[in-house]
């Protein structure tokens, strides 16, 4: 599943910077997650980075979107590929 951010969401800009794929951007009037870039950290941690700094804990998984791990790991690959070549 990806991760979403609930209308509890304080604007803290904590959790933009945790997440590794650029997921996290602020939207019209708190943070949003895209989901096609979301892969709860896999790949990249252990543990869904910006559910670890969250202070209000309002990222929970978001139940429109269900992935499972190899799909997720599946995704994250493609995010890997499609990143720049660094020279």
């Given amino acids: 599943m990806a991760l979403l951010?609930?209308?509890?969401?304080?604007?803290?800009d904590i959790c933009e910077p945790e997440c590794p794929n650029d997921a996290i951007y602020?939207?019209?009037?708190?943070?949003?997650?895209?989901?096609?870039?979301?892969t709860e950290c896999v790949?990249?941690?252990?543990?869904?980075?910006?559910?670890?700094v969250c202070p209000v804990s309002c990222i929970p998984l978001n139940?429109?979107?269900?992935?499972?791990?190899e799909q997720l790991k599946a995704k994250y690959e493609r995010l890997q590929a499609e990143l720049p070549v660094k020279n």
């Fill in 26 to 38: 602020m939207g019209a009037e708190i943070y949003e997650i895209d989901p096609n870039k979301c």
């Fill in 43 to 52: 790949g990249h941690f252990d543990e869904p980075q910006c559910q670890q």
């Fill in 5 to 12: 951010i609930t209308d509890e969401c304080i604007n803290c």
């Fill in 63 to 69: 139940p429109a979107w269900i992935e499972s791990p």
